[in-house]
């Protein structure tokens, strides 16, 4: 199932290298515009404590300087012994084809035992890339970390684990922003370096554009409560009309099933699951959702599940916390009205 170097097994921690204090991981972090660093790279930072080695972080792009400088107040511990930036606006929109030749130069270094990436639309673009070109195989998805060689990761829709053990000179991973908490806020000072000059061939692909949703709601990947909405609400009109206000009355995200999306109810950036986003937080509420496997994917390891569902067979309810058999239609006002009050 995994390529050479890389097994799946259950049982006994394996030993650390014999080169081990020599090992350092590079965790790689996406910024914004302005420089505020991503809060999956947060967690990827996180994750990248628990390998217990020296940490290096890369910042990459024209605001990798002002990212550096949020990044030292935004982090608690001293948990970045150096920053790296490679400030060049061709890493803007962290294009896999620019930014991996940047990362390869940097992981030629023997130092580096680990590369650690957010498992975010960016992470997912680059480590396969890097894989490739190292002829390493990657590590996708993480959600814990046992010890410095052996990672647990879900397969078939998040329907079993494996733990895989990784005995290849450099693991390259990814994780689960939704199974890291973001590292802890403060203050820490570490030397920033320049990135090396690396020669970017013709890229072959260019960035256009993006048109990005602008929304005072917290970020369905982050967000401590989200309302997510199913087929069951029918149309859009029904969603708006409930969904909306639910999500307002406890500052919560919106999400969606693919069903809901696909059916034009919301926007396909709200999709939850398997092929959507990867959420955990401290309560989700579901109405109209029947629980299928590719949308539980997505959210069974939220704290709190809520159920709303007419069908008290649906498989929802063998995962929520609460269920509330009923029309969505009479139960989600009520409930928002006491929740407003
Ligand atoms: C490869 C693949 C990937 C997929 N990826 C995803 C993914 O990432 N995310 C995802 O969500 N799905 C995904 N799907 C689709 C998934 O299989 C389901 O089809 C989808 O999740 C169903 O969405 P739903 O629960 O909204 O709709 P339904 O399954 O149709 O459920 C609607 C529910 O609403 C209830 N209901 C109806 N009327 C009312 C009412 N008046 N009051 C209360 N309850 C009511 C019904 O009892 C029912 O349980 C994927 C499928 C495939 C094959």
Excluded at 20 to 42: H, I, M, P, W, Y
Excluded at 228 to 246: A, V
Excluded at 311 to 325: R, S
Aim: proline share 5%; with cysteine.
């Amino acid at each position: 199932m995994f390529s050479v170097g890389v097994r799946s097994c259950v049982g006994p921690v394996v030993r650390r290298p014999a080169n081990f204090r020599l090992a350092s991981t590079l965790v790689f972090l996406e910024a914004n515009k302005d420089g505020k660093v991503a809060q999956s790279s947060l967690s990827a930072l996180s994750a990248a404590e628990q390998l217990g080695n020296p940490i290096k972080a890369l910042l990459a792009g024209s605001n990798s300087t002002e990212a550096a400088k949020q990044l030292k107040l935004t982090v608690g511990a001293s948990l970045v012994d150096q920053i790296i930036v490679a400030n060049n606006e061709v890493y803007d929109n962290y294009l896999p084809e620019a930014v991996t030749p940047l990362c390869l130069e940097l992981l030629k270094e023997k130092e580096f035992s680990h590369f650690v990436v957010a498992s975010s639309a960016v992470g997912k673009n680059l480590l396969p890339r890097v894989g490739a070109l190292l002829d390493y195989q990657p590590i996708c998805d993480v959600t814990k970390i046992v010890d410095p060689t052996t990672f647990v990761r879900p397969i078939y829709a998040g329907n079993a684990l494996a733990t895989v053990q990784c005995t290849q000179e450099k693991k390259l991973v990814s994780v689960r922003a939704s199974s890291f908490p973001a590292c802890s806020a403060g203050s820490f000072d570490a030397p920033t370096l320049e990135a090396p000059q690396v020669e970017i061939a013709e890229l072959g692909v260019a960035w256009e554009s993006e048109n990005l949703v602008k929304s005072a709601r917290p970020d369905l990947g982050s967000a401590a409560k989200v309302v997510s909405g199913g087929r069951g609400l029918k149309n859009k009109e029904t969603f708006d009309k409930l969904i909306t206000p639910l999500a307002d009355s406890l500052s919560a995200a919106i999400g969606a099933t693919r069903a809901a999306v696909d059916s034009g109810f919301c926007e396909n950036s709200l999709q939850i699951g398997q092929t959507g986003k990867v959420i955990a937080p401290d309560l989700y509420i579901g109405v109209g959702v029947s629980g299928a496997i590719q949308h539980l994917a997505g959210m069974k390891d939220s704290k709190v599940i809520v159920a709303i569902n007419n069908d008290q067979e649906a498989p929802i309810f063998q995962v929520a916390d609460f269920g509330l058999v009923g029309d969505l239609n009479e139960i989600v006002p009520e409930l928002t009205k006491k929740l407003t009050k």
